[in-house]
């Protein structure tokens, strides 16, 4: 079955220091992945998404790979800060399936 | 309106009531989806449509979940006879275009159901 792993439940590093979040799957070609942050309380919200055909994107402190030969994601938020902490879950994306990871809690301490 | 509302925002439930949450998508969103999350997980696909019409309602857990969006617009997920495994965070999202995926998904707030 299908299937995808965040890396941990919870990720925890020093403010300054780049995050590294990754999302694992099994028996799924997706077409797209996309990384969305949660906050307690609140709906996910949108941050990146990549091609099943682009190795790399980024967006301001954001970079996000996609290794469809190791079926990996990487999710990287460098100088972290604070205001970073909160769940961040990948979600996959092939014909007209989406479905999300469980997600990580990334805690970034000043 | 500025993004996807859903009301109410937390509702409590005796086992075997019917309940029945809104999702006002954002204004001219051709697609809605409904997710229900349940604590520490992701949000779990449960029904999409495209304009009025509902084109994927597999992840639907049971027959007891019901859902429409007769105008294309504003959509209900209704529960019936509701069970404490119902109980989760239903998330609805809107997203502009039909392809389903391809593009952002805007997420309401969600509606925390508590099924006693």
């Known amino acids: 079955s299908q299937k995808i792993e965040q890396n941990s439940e919870a990720l925890n590093i020093q403010e300054g220091k780049t995050a590294t979040l990754t999302c694992n799957y099994t028996n799924y070609s997706p077409a797209y992945l996309q990384w969305y942050r949660q906050d307690p309380g609140r709906g996910p919200v949108f941050l990146l998404l990549i091609r099943e055909n682009e190795k790399e994107k980024r967006k301001e402190r954001l970079k996000v790979t996609f290794d469809t030969t190791l079926k990996q994601s990487l999710f990287h938020i460098t100088a972290s800060q604070p205001a970073d902490s909160a769940t961040y879950l990948c979600?996959?994306?092939?014909?007209?399936?989406?479905?999300f990871g469980s997600g990580t809690r990334l805690s970034i301490r000043p | 309106g500025a993004g996807v509302s859903q009301s109410p925002r937390y509702k409590v439930a005796k086992r075997g009531q019917d309940v029945a949450l809104r999702c006002d998508p954002i204004?001219?969103?051709?697609?809605l989806f409904w997710y229900q999350q349940a604590l520490g997980q992701g949000p779990e696909f449960l029904t999409y449509?495209?304009?009025?019409?509902?084109?994927?309602k597999s992840g639907l857990p049971s027959d007891r979940f019901f859902a429409e969006r007769p105008e294309g617009s504003v959509s209900t997920l209704k529960i019936q006879r509701t069970q404490q495994e119902d109980s989760a965070v239903y998330l609805c999202a809107s997203s502009p275009q039909g392809a389903r995926g391809t593009d952002t998904q805007y997420f309401g707030p969600g509606t925390r159901l508590t099924v006693l």
């Open positions: 979600a996959l994306v092939s014909a007209s399936k989406i479905i």
């Open positions: 204004s001219g969103h051709v697609s």
């Open positions: 449509f495209q304009n009025e019409a509902q084109l994927d």
